[in-house]
């Protein structure tokens, strides 16, 4: 267990639908990022979330957004689902914004998203 | 954030010496070189980094070269667990926003066999 909660684990929707993902970061990090890997583009950054703020934006589609809580948790909401966004969906967490602390970023298990 | 460049795959013995090179030719003064890997599927790991000095922790150690254009990651002793690909990443020390994220490459399949 790394400490960074996804859930849920898996989640089949059909296109046109719209999904939130949840990321619960590691005790004490301020820091969350979203990255997608899809067979074919590897790991792919979405958006970094810092202390509720949005840090940096990656290559994140319009009809995706996300947002981060008082509480330092975060969700990713994807909407007018398509085929192309089935993927795994990881969330990672680091104490500072720039992931240099000791044990860098903290990935989550990942949320494997199926469109049909 | 410099590119880096490593082998697709490379196959090692259990019990031996895991020695994954990477290429970083245009790395700049203040870049740091980080390992990462992802077993099949689950999150990406982070193994170690450095800046110029060798690195050694629990996990591996992280060999760069005196001009820092390349940097290789030992697993003393693989098991069949450290199959994975293995993710040589650079990235700036003092970067600034969207430098703030990690960039993955295709990494190195690494697979330890019995």
């Known amino acids: 267990d790394s400490g960074v909660t996804q859930t849920p684990k898996h989640l089949i929707t059909a296109t046109g639908q719209r999904v939130t993902l949840r990321c619960s970061p590691r005790?004490?990090?301020?820091?969350v990022y979203w990255y997608q890997q899809s067979l074919d583009q590897g790991l792919q950054f979405l958006i970094q979330?810092?202390?509720?703020?949005?840090?940096a934006k990656g290559n994140i589609l319009e009809r995706f957004s996300a947002q981060q809580f008082p509480d330092l948790h975060s969700e990713l909401n994807l909407s007018s689902l398509e085929l192309g966004d089935s993927a795994l969906y990881f969330c990672?967490?680091?104490?500072?914004?720039?992931?240099?602390?000791?044990?860098?970023?903290?990935f989550g298990s990942g949320t494997r998203l199926t469109v049909v | 954030d410099a590119k880096t460049t490593q082998p697709t795959s490379m196959d090692c013995a259990e019990g031996r010496a895991a020695n994954l090179p990477c290429n970083h030719s245009?790395?700049?003064?203040?870049?740091?070189v980080y390992w990462y890997r992802q077993i099949h599927s689950q999150g990406p790991q982070y193994i170690i980094h450095?800046?110029?000095n060798n690195e050694t922790n629990e996990m591996a150690s992280l060999i760069i070269t005196e001009d820092r254009k390349s940097s290789t990651l030992i697993l003393p002793h693989a098991t069949l667990r450290d199959t994975a690909v293995y993710y040589c990443i650079v990235r700036g020390r003092n970067s600034g926003g969207s430098n703030y994220k990690l960039t993955f490459g295709k990494g190195t399949l690494l697979t330890v066999n019995p």
């Open positions: 005790s004490g990090d301020l820091s």
């Open positions: 450095g800046l110029k």
């Open positions: 990672a967490s680091s104490v500072d914004p720039e992931g240099r602390g000791l044990y860098g970023y903290t």
């Open positions: 979330y810092y202390n509720g703020e949005e840090r």
């Open positions: 245009t790395i700049s003064g203040n870049e740091y």
